[in-house]
């Protein structure tokens, strides 16, 4: 890759450099007056040395030559603070705006997006791109202006105050370190993205391990299991030997080279001392400035390295914030809350990618207070008609309004606000009961919490547990059942008194009696609020003012429970199936 490419990084983050230009002037500052500074110590020890070799030094330039390294070391230390809250300072502050922005960007992504990438891949560009880019803002700056900064002054002062042939002499090695930290560090670069790799899969399959260790005991695949993870620990061993044995190889040749510029400056050195041509104190300090080169021509090496790793991270976290999500709000979109009478009428819709028509013709008028069930065979469409609801993909032959306007003219917050969602498997915090209820409002009281989980027939299992809405529902729930996830879930929901509760075959997991006292429970305390129940289980759909029966995207059957029965359809058959086996034990639990 050319110098060029490899700077773009610069150019890219140009913006935020902009914006915090006086942060890094002042680093800079910092930087240059660092490097100015650490040329006087070498010069003051060099002519410390020269007056004991001429006998002429006295205790009073002894003291003043301690006072003067003591005032330019606390000079240095002022510099040194100054560069690091000021670069160090800004790269941090490039990271938080950035990993705002990343996540903002998630947050207001549609579901297809989500479809096309995996968390884990998000996850990795919201923690190691980031940190990459930051390290092009922090240690990148660094890298670039004290190569510069402190090597142009160390190399001013040789040549000016020591001897400029023997100064080219000296340095003839030093960029073979660049050279090597180019070289070796890539190839280190490139190994410890693969160890790190290794060491994710590692973890991964433990993660996997425990967490699924219940199916691996009943399926008796323990054996198999523990041999699968000694062959991901073997490889991931052999994989960090090698990464080890070039982290080791690095330091020796780098010392090497160094030897080299050593060994010249006092061959050299030595030399121009017996002749006359520089002083003992000279070649002092001229080794003490050999040894600050060390530093600048290193820093080129590693430049490299983070220049390569910045831009490609860079370029990726790009990528994801250019996607644009299909759910547009518009400029002038209704900012009341969505409320009143809801009318469904979609020609036609198709995923995005996808020919197939997943509806067709599906159309329903269902009036504020009333609830609507929707039942068909796994893939019938029932989903689709919820996802649409809940504004999902906007992208859709037809319409469907709330209270009288497209549900695409009102703000986001206006009407998906409005909505109580619970899928079938809803996703638990690992906090208590009670934060999980209150998630959309942690001010929200003790009372309230109740009164949500009391209608979600929740409660009397909650006052049996040793410490009540404090237990702690473990990572994603893992310490509550099925049937208690789907009731803390619908408490969740209810907490926020939504004008549209969408209950996406919400009620698999609670037995028939539970689910009944559920239903009743909602019937009674949502007078005037909209309701829309979609279900395998029929018995969850018997009460409701209209039912749709859809099959491959259609409306096949329509009517109340009894008007559905007297069609002797589809549903009447299920119904039965599903009676008898209640009847004969074969029903949830």
């Not at 989500?114 to 996850?123: E, F, H, I, N």
């Not at 018995?539 to 109340?560: F, K, M, P, W, Y």
């Amino acid at each position: 890759m050319k110098v060029g490419e490899l700077l773009s990084i610069f150019r890219k983050l140009s913006w935020y450099f902009k914006d915090e230009w006086r942060v890094y002037m002042r680093g800079l500052f910092g930087l240059f007056m660092t490097a100015i500074l650490g040329i006087v110590p070498p010069r003051l020890i060099g002519e410390l040395v020269d007056m004991m070799s001429k006998r002429t030094l006295t205790a009073v330039k002894l003291a003043w030559a301690l006072v003067i390294m003591v005032v330019v070391a606390l000079l240095a230390y002022g510099a040194r603070y100054i560069w690091r809250t000021a670069i160090w300072g800004g790269a941090a502050k490039l990271e938080k705006t950035l990993r705002a922005r990343l996540y903002e960007h998630f947050m207001q992504m549609d579901t297809a997006f989500y479809q096309r990438y995996r968390t884990g891949d998000l996850m990795a560009h919201a923690t190691n791109d980031l940190t990459a880019i930051q390290r092009v803002a922090g240690g990148g700056i660094l890298q670039f202006a004290d190569s510069i900064i402190t090597g142009g002054t160390t190399l001013i002062a040789m040549f000016v105050l020591v001897n400029w042939r023997l100064t080219i002499l000296a340095v003839l090695p030093l960029p073979l370190i660049a050279v090597v930290a180019r070289y070796v560090g890539t190839k280190i670069h490139v190994a410890f993205g693969e160890s790190q790799a290794a060491f994710s899969r590692l973890n991964n399959k433990a993660q996997e391990s425990i967490e699924g260790i219940k199916v691996i005991k009943t399926l008796g695949q323990e054996r198999q299991d523990e041999a699968d993870f000694e062959q991901q620990v073997t490889e991931t061993i052999k994989i960090n030997r090698y990464t080890n044995f070039l982290d080791a190889l690095f330091d020796p040749l780098i010392t090497l080279i160094i030897g080299l510029s050593y060994v010249a400056t006092i061959v050299l050195g030595g030399r121009y001392v017996t002749t006359g041509v520089i002083t003992l104190g000279q070649l002092v300090t001229f080794i003490a400035y050999v040894g600050m080169l060390v530093w600048p021509m290193f820093a080129i090496g590693l430049l490299f390295n983070t220049m390569e790793r910045g831009n490609a991270s860079y370029d990726r976290v790009n990528f994801l914030l250019q996607e644009k999500s299909s759910i547009i709000e518009r400029q002038d979109a209704l900012a009341t809350p969505a409320q009143g009478p809801i009318n469904f009428d979609v020609t036609s819709f198709s995923y995005p990618g996808d020919q197939t028509a997943r509806l067709q013709n599906v159309s329903f008028e269902l009036k504020a207070g009333q609830t609507l069930g929707i039942v068909g065979r796994v893939g019938a469409g029932k989903s689709s008609i919820i996802k649409l609801l809940l504004r999902q993909f906007d992208d859709y032959d037809g319409q469907i309004t709330m209270g009288e306007h497209d549900i695409r003219d009102y703000q986001l917050d206006a009407y998906v606000g409005r909505i109580g969602y619970v899928p079938q498997d809803s996703f638990l915090f690992s906090t208590s009961i009670k934060d999980n209820i209150a998630f959309s409002n942690p001010e929200m009281t003790q009372a309230a919490v109740t009164a949500a989980a009391h209608t979600a027939a929740f409660d009397s299992e909650v006052a049996k547990m040793p410490e009540g809405y404090a237990t702690e529902v473990g990572e994603e729930g893992v310490s509550l059942s099925g049937g208690q996830k789907q009731r803390l879930a619908i408490a969740r929901a209810l907490v926020i008194d939504p004008e549209l509760l969408i209950l996406d075959d919400a009620l698999s997991a609670v037995d028939a009696k539970t689910e009944a006292q559920i239903l009743e429970r909602l019937g009674s305390n949502r007078a005037g609020k909209t309701t829309i129940i979609a279900a395998h289980r029929l018995s969850s759909v018997v009460n409701a003012d209209q039912i749709l029966v859809v099959d491959h995207g259609v409306v096949t059957e329509r009517g109340t429970h009894a008007q559905l029965m007297a069609q002797q359809g589809w549903y009447k058959r299920m119904y039965d199936q599903q009676q008898l086996a209640d009847a004969i034990g074969g029903g949830n639990n």
